[in-house]
């Protein structure tokens, strides 16, 4: 049959069937019955089939309704997973802007504190080879000479790219070795990781032990990755080494300055010295005026060898001011007696506002500071201010005292695009004959050593303006 019979088809062939029964007309009944039963047994078939397929339909949606399941689950997992990596990646960020801000070996304690909370572990230690910190201040981490440590420490780290330790305390050798403390023991329990620190410049030589502890046996084990400790203790190896020899190079540099301070003064003392001999006999004017020259001139250099190394103290931050009121009105008239040749070369002039008036000629102006100090830092930026001024154009300070007192420096000319920005910083000059860019350098640091800070503007219009707020 091409197509199934609809119900009522069916219904009209029983009804027929019923008839032909009904009149005797047993060879057409058999036949109708025939068709009927071929009907049944094809759509008995058919819904077998049905039944079949949707049996098999259930099965398979059973099975990917399973499979689904089997991947939310490890989907999950790599979720939970990644969560864990990435916040212990988080962990390992922060610890090392802690390392990142380390300035001196003395802060290596308080480092290792923030460190151990950060990473939520019992104990975090640092031992530095002693010969690395010979001539270094005392910093309150342990140190050994660690050749003399060498067997003892290669019998606990492993030999490869990076000289490691993982698993439980009772397997590693002098435990009290790597955390530089006599009661840490195989005995002591718990696991630990430990990590060789290595001179990144000569990288055969340990410089110290980074050695992490937990009392959970299981906290560090074999079979965890130590991808992110691995990197962290390098980089921790990389900042040690750059700091300690930082601060080895900033002793070194005092110790030299000290040594050439002393040199310069020595024979400085007989420039100083004899003129006052000399004065005595002798009677010529001009003479006299030459031996003066030599005196002052042996005073002024004896003022730069101290200034310059105030300057290196107050770089380093160990400056200590000494206060008392000083006059700036008249270091501002000792200046431009100084600078009289470059002043009239410009055709130009000083001019003093104070208070937003200008200067009566009489009224000093008082700040509390040093005077040696406040005396370079207005000298450089006033010699500065002639030097870039037009020819013709005056030079003007302003001082006001208010919250802060304010002093500014206006002249007409421009400081180059180039080295505004880097205008105070060391070496920062351009176009200059002579320049050494250290004038606002050191300007810059008395300022910030007594207590305020400079600011410079600078364009085509308005010429320049170099402001000092203290």
């Known amino acids: 049959m091409n197509e199934l019979p609809t119900l009522n088809k069916f219904g009209e062939q029983l009804d027929l069937l019923k ?44 099975e990917s309704e399973e499979k689904v399941e089997i991947l939310e689950k490890k989907l999950k997992q790599a979720l939970t997973a990644y969560n864990s990596d990435f916040g212990l990646f988080r962990k390992f960020c922060r610890s090392l802007d802690y390392a990142n801000k380390l300035k001196n070996i003395s802060e ?39 050749k003399g440590c060498a067997r003892f420490i290669d ?51 340990m410089i110290g032990l980074l050695s992490i502890y937990d009392p959970s046996a299981s906290r560090f084990n074999t079979e965890m990755g130590t991808d992110f400790l691995e990197h962290f203790c390098s980089s921790i190896a990389s900042t040690i080494i750059d700091v300690i020899n930082h601060q080895k190079a900033i002793l070194l540099r005092e110790d030299v300055n000290r040594i050439t301070h ?32 030599i005196q002052d001139s042996g005073y002024r250099m004896l003022g730069l060898i101290n200034r310059s190394y105030d300057v290196y103290r107050m770089e380093a931050g160990s400056y200590l001011l000494d206060p ?35 200067w009566n ?35 003007t300070v302003t001082l006001f005292e208010g919250e802060k007192i304010s002093i500014s420096i206006h002249n007409y000319g421009t400081v180059p695009a180039s080295i505004r920005k880097t205008f105070f910083e060391k070496y920062s000059t351009e176009g200059k004959i002579g320049g050494t860019g250290l004038g606002t350098y050191s300007a810059s640091l008395i300022a910030k050593v007594h207590g305020g800070k400079i600011e410079m503007s600078s364009s085509d219009e308005e010429g320049t303006l170099v402001t000092v707020k203290i």
Do not use: W
């Open 19 to 62: 008839q032909l029964s009904e009149c005797g007309e047993i060879k057409k009944a058999s036949v109708e019955a025939q068709s009927i039963f071929e009907n049944y047994v094809t759509i008995r078939d058919m819904f077998l089939r049905q039944e079949d397929e949707l049996f098999a339909a259930n099965l398979a949606l059973d």
């Open 108 to 146: 290596l304690p308080e480092m290792l504190k923030l460190i151990t909370a950060e990473l939520g572990v019992h104990r975090v230690s640092i031992v530095l080879d002693r010969k690395l910190c010979e001539g270094l201040p005392d910093s309150g981490i342990p140190s050994f000479f660690l």
């Open 361 to 395: 000629g009489e009224d000093g102006f008082y700040l509390k500071g040093e005077e040696l100090l406040l005396f370079s830092m207005l000298a450089n930026l006033l010699k500065n201010g002639f030097e870039a001024t037009p020819d013709g154009q005056n030079v």
């Open 324 to 358: 008392e009121n000083v006059d700036l009105i008249k270091i501002i008239q000792r200046i431009e007696f100084d600078l009289i040749d470059l002043i009239e070369s410009k055709k130009s002039a000083l001019q003093i506002i104070v208070n937003k008036e200008k």
């Open 262 to 293: 002393h040199d310069l003064k020595t024979p400085l003392n007989a420039v100083i010295n004899l003129p006052h001999l000399l004065l005595v006999d002798e009677d010529n004017v001009e003479k006299r005026e030459m031996i003066k020259g």
């Open 155 to 205: 019998a606990t780290l492993r030999k490869a790219d990076n000289r490691i330790f993982i698993g439980p305390i009772s397997r590693m050798m002098r435990p009290d070795i790597f955390f530089g403390d006599p009661d840490m023991s195989p005995e002591s329990g718990g696991s630990c990781f430990a990590f060789g620190l290595m001179d990144k410049y000569r990288p055969e030589e």
